[in-house]
């Protein structure tokens, strides 16, 4: 089997395996006793944030869809104008949109204001272009406080692995720090802006496809999670039994 087709069988088998039934491994025990073990792949959602950047961005979603594996983009609304296709092209493909304001600036120095100007400007750009539906937010710098977690009119969601790909290109320490912490119901933050992110990203897929990993949404694995999005409510990650 070429490349393409295996990487692509990869992910299409962990996406029906995490949203089907459990499979059921019945193993016989001392005594003749069968012992039902119910298995479910572990899930992770690859996050990316201040795009979007036709280039880098543009790669990464080839990338993705090579091996059908879906991510969440939380976008700044200044970079939106100029990229309209591609973000129809991401969410066409699956891809969760959320928002990072407008400016990328830090939401607890705003006032209601302005809060309202950097999410509201951003979301109705993006419902200009994908018509309207919620638009989760990812505050920048993952810096939020009680009155901005009331103004966001939604789930807040952070990371729970964050691998500083923004500090420098060096590709096999950003897959390294990723594919050793990442666990059951993680987070991954990374940018779409930087060449080597993409690349990381990409190995970081197929490491963790080989390893039997599947990769949803945010809101996927929420769902897949059994957990409502609360408006207000800050979220790093889902992991297994919460
Ligand atoms: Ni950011």
Known sequence: MGLKKKLLLLGILCMAAAIGPAVRLEQTVGGGAVMEISQKPPLVALTFDDGPRN???GRLLEGLALREVPATFFLVGSR???SESLIQEMAAAG????????DHIQVTELSH????LQVGKTR???ADILGSRDFWLRPPYGIVDATARQWADGPLILWSVDPEDWKDSDVNRIVATVTEQAEDG?????HDIYDSSVD???RIVDTLLARGYCFVTVE???????????RGALYTSLPPGR
């Open 55 to 57: 280039s880098t961005t």
């Open 200 to 202: 990381a990203a990409l």
């Open 80 to 82: 939106i104008p100029g």
């Open 220 to 230: 996927q694995l929420m769902q897949l999670r059994d957990t409502a999005p609360e």
């Open 124 to 126: 109705a750009l993006l």
């Open 186 to 190: 993680d987070i991954i933050l990374m």
């Open 95 to 102: 891809h969760q949109i959320g928002v990072h304001t407008f």
């Open 113 to 116: 204001r302005d809060f309202d």
